[in-house]
Each structure stands twice: as C-alpha cells, then as structure tokens.
C-alpha cells in the first residue's frame, strides 16, 4: 500500500510538474508543502484515507486559473472533474467512495469556493492548503502572488486597511482569519506559531513606513 501510494505521488507530481502554474505563489512548491502540510496532519488522524488526502493535495489547483480571470470562482470545479479525469487516464483504481471523496476536497478546498465538506479528507486538505498562505511562506507568496496582479505593497493614505487590491490589504483581510478557519487541532496549532511570524513583520513594517 506504502508503496502504491509513493508510486501514485510521483506519477501526480510529474503531472503537475508540466502544468504551467498562475503564479510563482502556486508552483510546484506550493504542491509539494501542501502535501507534505497534509501528511502531518494525517499523523493526528489515522482513520484518515491517505490516497485521497494524497491525490486531493496534490491535484488541488490542477486546473490554474489566475485569481484576476472571470473563471476564477469555478478553479476548483474544474481541478475537481479535471483529477478525477487524470486518475482515469493514468488508469490510477480507485474506489467509488474514494472518488467521491477526492472530488469534494479538491472541490472545496478554495477559500473563494465558500463551500462546506462533511468529509475528514477535505478539511485536511484544505487545512494544508491554508497552512501554506501563512507564516514566513504566507508572506513570500502573498508578495508574489500580489505582484502577479500588478498590486501595490500598499496604499499611501491607508496602509494597514483590510482591502482587496494590496499585499498588505490582503493580510489584514484575509491571512489574518485564517487560523480561525483551520478545521484540525493540529492544522490550529501552527497556524497560531505561524501567525506569530505575521504579526512581527507587521509591527516593524509599521515602524519603517508611519
Ligand atoms: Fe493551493
């Protein structure tokens, strides 16, 4: 089974490997910490089915649409019946709960999807996927991601208002609830060390920019 499931990682990640990503934010690093974000928290959850956490974390953006497109909101959607076509493909068996699974956490794992999982897999991979937009790696991607749209670091008359359109605006209006949101104990835990990072780049950035 162990090695089954090393051997569908490698084929996944090959895959994603040739899919051009929106953004330096969502490259093939941010695949593989989610993943590796996702096995920890399956240490603390053994009942969990490790090929659909495997599968779902890997293949979670495998449809990329950059967050400026008119398609945005149906990424995850389409990355949803997009895995499930690539198991097909790569004539990965899987069962029929399984399937099920599968589609449902890469389906929501979006913070933009809004939508509610009942399945333990989901919230471990949407909880992996939100551990990577926080701490020291939440702010290198925030940064990236913001310069990928052409934002600013901030707005001179408001720099610490939680707005969309800037890195920082993003921090304040989105990374900062993120702890809140974590499904998992564990997903909670270092969320809260993370933010702690958050919070000091914070206060000196106000020191160097008032
Ligand atoms: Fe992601």
Redesign the pocket.
């Known amino acids: 089974m162990i090695i089954e499931l090393n051997k569908i990682r490698q084929v996944l990640m090959s895959h994603m490997t040739i899919i051009p990503p929106t953004d330096l934010g969502?490259d093939i690093l941010?695949i593989d910490r989610?993943y590796k974000n996702a096995m920890r928290l399956c240490e603390s959850y053994p009942e969990a089915d490790k090929l659909v956490v495997t599968v779902a974390s890997i293949m979670?953006?495998c449809v990329p649409i950059h967050k400026n497109h008119v398609l945005r909101k149906r990424a995850s959607e389409l990355s949803a019946h997009e895995c499930l076509s690539q198991l097909d493909q790569k004539d990965i068996k899987i069962t029929d709960i399984q399937r099920e699974k599968i589609f449902d956490a890469v389906l929501c794992?979006s913070h933009s999807a809004n939508i509610d999982t009942k399945f333990l897999e989901s919230k471990i991979v949407q909880d992996a996927?939100r551990l990577?937009a926080i701490g020291a790696i939440g702010l290198a991607r925030c940064f990236t991601v913001s310069n990928s749209m052409g934002q600013s670091i901030y707005l001179a008359d408001q720099p610490f208002t939680p707005i969309d359109g800037t890195a920082i605006g993003h921090i304040l209006k989105k990374i900062i609830t993120l702890p809140n949101l974590m499904h998992t104990p564990e997903a909670k835990k270092i969320a809260k060390d993370r933010m702690e990072i958050i919070k000091l780049y914070l206060e000196a950035l106000e020191q160097e920019i008032l």
């Open positions: 969502h941010h989610v979670h953006d794992h996927d990577d």
